[in-house]
């Protein structure tokens, strides 16, 4: 089976640095996204990670440890419009996704 | 805009009705999926499509019924629904392959989703 673990809700400030965290337990471990939501929009592709480390993008950075399940999305330089739902999804074999229930951002000024 | 497409945006409909979902996508990929998402809970996997054939169906109720006759276009036939199944119905796209190169990302692409109501 799969499992993957993320904070519900989690609240920052305009101009800040968040960090949310993702846990999984999961067999055939192919890849780790991460994807934004909107309300009432479709989800959109941030990033992605298969070896261990840091990948950048802009004010986005992801992490992954492999040996210890663990991942997380960084969010610098936070602007109103960072508030969304943000999406772990692990990867088994060459296509499938299993997605963790979202982390609520909330970004207030 | 992501280059995936899905009609109609909103649906209602009553539990003897016969319905269907539809979604195009425009980027050239092999790989159809769709998704469920209701409140609280995460998305959830329904029907996977590599090249036209259905690779994985998971667990979900013969009442839904979907239907890929190309590699752009997918469908999803719903008949005889429960009002537990009024959710956000979501289709995505991918590139497939199997190249093992772990490089690759492969990431879907989401349409923005059929919001359905069964009354």
């Known amino acids: 089976g799969q499992n993957i673990d993320q904070p519900t809700e989690m609240t920052a400030t305009e101009g800040a640095i968040v960090q949310i965290n993702c846990t999984y337990q999961?067999?055939?471990?192919?890849?780790l996204f991460w994807y934004q939501q909107h309300a009432g929009e479709a989800p959109t592709f941030l990033s992605y990670n298969v070896l261990d480390g840091l990948e950048e993008k802009g004010r986005f950075s992801s992490f992954l440890s492999r040996s210890k399940g663990y991942s997380y999305l960084l969010l610098k330089e936070l602007q109103m419009k960072d508030s969304a739902s943000y999406l772990c999804a692990v990867r088994r074999g060459y296509s499938t996704l299993t997605f963790g229930k979202g982390t609520m951002l909330l970004v207030s000024p | 805009e992501t280059g995936v497409t899905q009609t109609p945006r909103h649906l209602v409909m009553g539990m003897t009705n016969k319905k269907s979902l539809k979604c195009e996508q425009h980027?050239?990929?092999?790989?159809m999926y769709w998704y469920k998402q209701s409140a609280k809970k995460p998305l959830e996997l329904m029907f996977v499509?590599?090249?036209?054939?259905?690779?994985e169906n998971n667990s979900v109720p013969s009442r839904f019924s979907p239907e890929c006759p190309n590699s752009s276009h997918l469908f999803l036939h719903l008949h005889t629904l429960q009002p537990e199944d009024s959710a956000l119905y979501l289709c995505?796209?991918?590139?497939?392959?199997?190249?093992?190169?772990?490089?690759?990302?492969?990431?879907?692409?989401f349409g923005p989703g059929t919001r359905l109501t069964v009354l």
């Open positions: 980027l050239g990929h092999n790989a």
């Open positions: 995505a796209s991918s590139l497939y392959r199997t190249s093992g190169d772990q490089r690759s990302d492969n990431e879907q692409f």
């Open positions: 999961t067999s055939g471990f192919n890849g």
């Open positions: 499509y590599n090249f036209k054939e259905q690779t």
